[in-house]
């Protein structure tokens, strides 16, 4: 027994290899740090390659449907419009992994109202309004605006990252256009 405890009494005065393991412990710690940090680039990289996949998408179905006379509505005049689009969407680096999300794009006639915001008076599949008088201004016509939604599924680098415990796995952009 005695033995025993000078065996633990000499144990408990080495100190060899401690900064080693508080070295260790520090790395794991910068290491998980320098993990999150690529992940939330890397995850801020693609929202911002997303919403110009959006844009570009936006400005793709105005130069498809720019003729105002013969196009408009674009969603019902323009033959091109959602190939159109989808060209433009997946044209940013991050390709075909880009979507139209489902259900557009939309379109339809819209005002600015006393706020400054714009509001909706009108759906494209009936008559274009005469004047904002629904937004609450008669001297002004209602304008033409699409909308284009689009999706991409982001995977973390790794399952303890910040961006995995706080779920951001999809990103999503709307944009608009005004096309008349």
């Known amino acids: 027994m005695v033995q025993l405890c000078n065996l633990f009494q000499s144990y408990r005065h080495d100190v060899r290899g401690v900064a080693a393991m508080e070295f260790a412990i520090a790395a794991m710690i910068l290491v998980f740090g320098v993990l999150n940090a690529i992940d939330v680039g890397l995850y801020e ?63 339809g006639y819209f005002c600015v109202n006393s706020s400054g915001v714009l509001q909706s008076v009108g759906d494209v599949s009936s008559a274009k309004p005469a004047n904002c008088s629904a937004a609450g201004n008669n001297s002004t016509t209602p304008a033409d605006y699409l909308q284009v939604g689009v999706s991409y599924s982001y995977t973390p680098l790794f399952p303890a990252s910040v961006i995995a415990v706080w779920g951001l796995s999809s990103i999503q952009m709307i944009s608009w256009m005004r096309l008349g």
Not at 82 to 103: D, E, F, K, Y
């Open 45 to 107: 990289y693609r929202r911002m390659e997303v919403e110009n996949a959006a844009q570009v998408g936006a400005q793709a179905a105005w130069k498809a449907c720019y003729d105002t006379s013969t196009m408009l509505p674009a969603t019902q005049n323009c033959p091109g419009l959602t190939s159109a689009i989808t060209s433009a969407v997946q044209s940013t680096s991050l390709g075909s992994a880009i979507n139209l999300t489902s259900g557009y794009p939309t379109e």
